[in-house]
């Protein structure tokens, strides 16, 4: 991520999220409406509707919220592996772990994803998904492990 500007998105910004929004046609993210703002190696943003995941009880479902940071999180550490192991590299998921603070009730949410350790073979990401007032809804932590090509 290049841009310091929330509102503004540089090139690489742009193209990254262009990747991801092709890769995510035709998957879970995509039927639960999730767009991707902002990608890089570091990090992101994505966004999802509240509306259409919710729970029985009518608030945002948590399983809903642990599968936006996932996305961004994995896609970011794509990105991680193709940049140290080329652009045939994959990244696959070792852990995740949540907590809910608070529910989400309708909007959009937004996930934004940092990197916490960003090596060779290991990126994990933490990932703060707040609502529209910005407020914390969750925390969740993405481990994953970067590889290089089969080959």
């Known amino acids: 991520m290049t841009s310091t500007d929330p509102h503004e998105t540089s090139a690489d910004d742009q193209a990254a ?19 991707c703002v902002r990608l890089g190696p570091d990090g992101g943003e994505m966004t999802m509707p509240v509306e259409g995941n919710l729970q029985p009880a009518g608030l945002l479902h948590g399983g809903a919220t642990i ?5 961004i999180g994995s896609m970011a550490a794509l990105l991680q592996a193709r ?3 080329g652009d045939e590299a994959l990244a696959v998921g070792t852990s995740i772990s ?24 290991v990126a994990s990401y933490l990932v703060e998904v707040v609502d529209e007032q ?8 993405v ?3 970067l590889l290089p090509p089969r080959g």
């Open 17 to 35: 999220a262009a990747l991801a929004a092709g890769a995510l046609h035709g998957t879970l993210s995509e039927t639960m409406g999730m767009r």
């Open 83 to 85: 940049a140290v192991h």
């Open 98 to 121: 949540a907590t809910h603070h608070r529910s989400g009730r309708s909007g959009i949410v937004t996930a934004h994803c940092r990197a916490l350790h960003l090596g060779r073979q």
């Open 134 to 141: 910005e407020r914390l809804l969750s925390t969740i932590q």
């Open 67 to 71: 599968a936006l940071a996932e996305t």
């Open 143 to 145: 481990s994953t492990m």
